[in-house]
């Protein structure tokens, strides 16, 4: 059974910064892309930041140059920085896993974690 381990979040105030961290745990063989989605109130669920197994990382353009998202293949784990944040933040944030759990079939499974509530108060 595989795990998305999340840690982070709460209440920030408008202009300061927070960092998320998400940790794969379990029974798996391989994590492809990882990375963070977020969902307001009353909105879809979106991509924040995403990164590869090489390195390539997509981010969404609301917080395109005043967000890091980092990867440390070794631990399985991502970790979102997001500075300058705003109230259009406030949001539920999702970690994101692509997992590869059968080692005789190379696909890989969407996996979730719970989410974490992140506020920013303005």
């Known amino acids: 059974q595989v795990q998305l381990v999340e840690s982070g979040g709460g209440l920030v105030q408008a202009g300061g910064s927070l960092s998320l961290s998400c940790t794969v745990s379990?029974?798996?063989?391989?994590?492809?892309?990882m990375g963070w989605y977020r969902q307001g109130p009353g909105k879809q669920r979106g991509a924040v930041a995403l990164?590869?197994?090489?390195?390539?990382?997509d981010y969404a353009d609301f917080v395109t140059g005043r967000s890091n998202l980092s990867r440390d293949q070794s631990k399985n784990a991502v970790l979102l920085q997001m500075n300058t944040l705003k109230a259009d933040d406030t949001a539920v944030y999702f970690c994101y896993a692509l997992v590869r759990t059968d080692p005789q079939v190379d696909t890989y499974n969407t996996h979730w974690g719970q989410g974490t509530q992140v506020t920013v108060s303005s």
């Open positions: 379990g029974n798996f063989i391989r994590t492809d892309r």
């Open positions: 990164i590869t197994r090489g390195g390539l990382i």
